[in-house]
């Protein structure tokens, strides 16, 4: 039998080697496709040690088989897209906020939840897509102006059922309130040339081909169709320039509520949000960086400089309910 000191030894060396055991995996659950993440994750294992193992499916699955799993968790970070997505998560209660200063010195304040519960990791901006045969830069301006009149039967729109677009309503409501904001949906509404589309590739395709002159995209949608087919007749505008900017929105991550290895999650939280992850996240789907010392990718970049809505992002989450009821109202479906 060993000597109470030397039992109290072994113990904490026994501790020690199975807490080392548990941090060389961190479990990501990830609404996110394999391709766009694993080059990051890679990276990390390759640097750390640390192996990174996810699993991806849709965030509402997701976020609910965390809360199924409770305390039995098998995940230590929720990776999703859109600020509303990561905000209900926060609201149900299956993340956990902790703070960091090398998070908070990489990513400015609205890319990042408020109570410390998740951060945004890259960009995308919701913005103008026009056809470059049929419109001038100089007929556009704003979002709101896709309501008036000179856009009848000419603007595409994707599904009011996404949370891009919820989130987009949101900041509307924010900026307009709820009555000037239900105008400006029902204009859109009445200016669609056809049915709303169930995806952004689907309205740059329909502009491309003349179905219609212009319509509301995420920019890496455009990104991805260009790089397909790089005599594409659709440009991207920035619009609200001389107001409130152009709407952005994130991919973003945060800490399970019983997350396994805390500590190791963390590290990899506060990696991701460095210049040498950065590069990686946002150029494999052509996003912009979060953190705003870190250049976006020669293919991004050469779309031009916009001026961003500094509205904090988790305004899309607060008022999703809202937005959803107001786009109902609308018509929009």
Not at 44 to 58: E, L, N, P, R, S
Not at 62 to 71: D, P, V, W, Y
Not at 246 to 266: C, D
Not at 291 to 319: C, Q
Request: aromatic share 8%.
């Amino acid at each position: 039998m060993l000597a109470p000191k030397r039992l109290l030894t072994a113990l904490a060396l026994s501790f020690m080697a199975s807490t080392a055991h548990a941090a060389d995996e961190v479990v990501v659950y990830s609404s996110r496709i394999d391709e766009l993440i694993k080059p990051v994750f890679d990276a990390y294992t390759a640097k750390t040690g640390v192996k990174i193992k996810f699993i991806t499916d849709k965030e509402a699955p997701l976020m609910q088989r965390i809360k199924a799993e409770g305390e039995n968790a098998s995940a230590d970070l929720l990776l999703t897209v859109d600020a509303g997505n990561l905000w209900q998560a926060e609201k149900m209660g299956i993340l956990q906020p902790f703070t960091s200063r090398l998070i908070d010195a990489n990513i400015p304040p609205q890319y990042r939840s408020s109570a410390h519960a998740w951060t945004g990791l890259s960009l995308r901006a919701r913005t103008l897509a026009y056809s470059s045969e049929r419109v001038k830069p100089a007929d556009l301006s704003s979002y709101e102006a896709l309501a008036d009149k000179q856009w009848e039967g000419r603007l595409c729109l994707r599904t009011a059922k996404k949370v891009y677009n919820q989130s987009l309503t949101a900041t509307l409501i924010e900026v307009h309130g709820a009555e000037k904001t239900e105008q400006i949906l029902k204009g859109w509404v009445g200016n669609l040339s056809t049915d709303v589309f169930s995806d952004d590739i689907a309205v740059l395709q329909a502009i491309n081909a003349g179905q219609c002159d212009v319509g509301i995209v995420n920019t890496y949608y455009y990104g991805r169709l260009h790089k397909q087919n790089p005599n594409l007749a659709v440009k991207l505008f920035w619009p609200n320039q001389g107001d409130r900017g152009v709407h952005v929105n994130l991919s973003g991550i945060g800490l399970t509520r019983y997350a396994p290895h805390p500590e190791a999650a963390k590290a990899l939280v506060e990696w991701l949000t460095t210049p040498e992850a950065q590069r990686i996240f946002a150029d494999v789907n052509q996003e912009f960086p979060a953190n705003p010392a870190v250049p976006p990718s020669a293919e991004v970049a050469s779309w031009g400089r916009f001026v961003p809505d500094t509205l904090p992002v988790e305004i899309a989450g607060k008022r999703q309910a809202e937005a959803i009821r107001l786009m109902d109202r609308a018509g929009w479906n």
